[in-house]
């Protein structure tokens, strides 16, 4: 597998690991102690902080700040300008860095344009986030949740497309069936 690409305006600190195949592109800062897998992308003026953890093939568009605390797995979609945060009640007076809250985002997990992570929450498995949307609790495996605070209204195939209302039927596209698993949904028969 190729070397990472590191784009000459990029600024990649001492201490940073980058996976092979990665691609890191314009104006961006990986900070030391940040791990960023294999076959990643990195859109322009992204930044990356200490102890940030990032799987394989995980893609993060133009003007994404990923703060500490947060954790991606393999296949992740990050929207143009969507928003992490890492305290819950910041003050510029008052240093909160004992607080910060973890945030995890499962595997296949998307989340859209201008969409708002509060910390201290759990994306699903392939959980959808629509643009726009503010994640205020934890979004179930395969949920699609939209709005201000973000609520469920459907569910997604791992395909990336919508599934009935139930997600208990085939998808669609890929044929891929479901069972309803706690707050979310399982795979019964990939396809």
């Not at 000459?8 to 961006?28: K, L, N, P």
């Not at 469920?152 to 395909?159: A, F, L, N, P």
């Amino acid at each position: 597998m190729s070397a990472p690409f590191i784009h000459a305006s990029a600024f990649v600190d001492e201490g940073a690991t980058i996976g092979a195949g990665t691609r890191i592109w314009h104006f961006c800062h990986v900070n030391p102690g940040a791990v960023i897998g294999e076959r990643c992308s990195l859109g322009q003026n992204v930044v990356i902080m200490p102890g940030v953890q990032i799987g394989n093939n995980v893609k993060i568009q133009n003007n994404v700040s990923v703060y500490e605390g947060v954790t991606m797995e393999d296949d992740v979609f990050c929207g143009p300008s969507m928003v992490f945060t890492n305290v819950v009640n910041p003050r510029s007076h008052v240093s909160r860095k004992h607080e910060y809250q973890p945030t995890m985002v499962r595997r296949g997990a998307t989340i859209g344009a201008n969409a708002t992570v509060l910390c201290g929450t759990t994306l699903g498995t392939y959980a959808f986030v629509a643009a726009g949307a503010v994640i205020t609790k934890d979004v179930p495996a395969f949920a699609l949740v939209a709005g201000v605070p973000a609520r469920r209204i459907g569910w997604m195939c791992r395909c990336g497309e919508r599934l009935d209302d139930a997600g208990t039927g085939p998808c669609p596209v890929c044929g891929t069936r479901y069972r309803a698993d706690g707050d979310g949904l399982a795979i019964v028969e990939a396809a």
